[in-house]
């Protein structure tokens, strides 16, 4: 064999290993975390997976993988592309209330972990679903503006009232 034959065979050896490593990774970006959801209700997961960070990656198949923290049941939930570069929707479903695991398989290079996260058990029919405790300042801010829009309005027909009836307006001071 000739020497510039064995060159190129021992540099194509050696270039060859970082050629392979350098070619693929991605990131996976998910919204929203499904932290609160209820046991047996969907949680809709949009995700976006980028190449190597910055190019919306199309043509994959990713897949939300659902493990309980015990070590128990496992799901695996198929994302499909949404027609938007590198965008993604699954729908995933826990069936139990818990700690449950979760990885997205981004369908091109890796499995990507996230923090682990709780799920409620299912609300009793016909009881309230809890919201978050949100709604409760939402009716008391209601409530608190009808007043004051009643309150406004009240003054508004006195004012009315009596510079229609001759009597001077009495503004307090």
């Not at 929203?32 to 043509?59: E, I, N």
């Not at 198929?78 to 729908?91: I, K, L, S």
């Not at 009240?154 to 229609?164: D, G, N, T, Y």
């Amino acid at each position: 064999m000739r020497v510039t034959a064995m060159v190129a065979i021992v540099a194509g050896a050696l270039l060859a290993p970082a050629a392979a490593s350098g070619g693929g990774w991605a990131t996976v970006g998910l919204s929203p975390t499904p932290d609160g959801v209820a046991a047996g209700k969907p949680w809709v997961v949009d995700m976006t997976v980028l190449q190597h960070g910055r190019t919306p990656l199309d043509g994959v198949r990713p897949a939300v993988i659902v493990t309980r923290s015990d070590g128990g049941a496992s799901r695996t939930f198929a994302a499909v592309a949404t027609g938007q570069p590198g965008a993604y929707r699954a729908r995933v479903v826990f069936p139990s209330a818990g700690r449950w695991d979760y990885v997205v398989d981004d369908g091109f290079s890796a499995r990507h972990s996230f923090a682990a996260v709780r799920v409620d058990a299912p609300a009793a029919r016909g009881a309230p679903v809890a919201d978050g405790g949100g709604s409760e300042l939402w009716t008391a801010l209601g409530a608190g503006s009808v007043a004051g829009l009643a309150a406004a309005l009240l003054a508004w027909v006195v004012m009315r009232k009596r510079r229609i009836e001759g009597e001077p307006a009495v503004i307090a001071s």
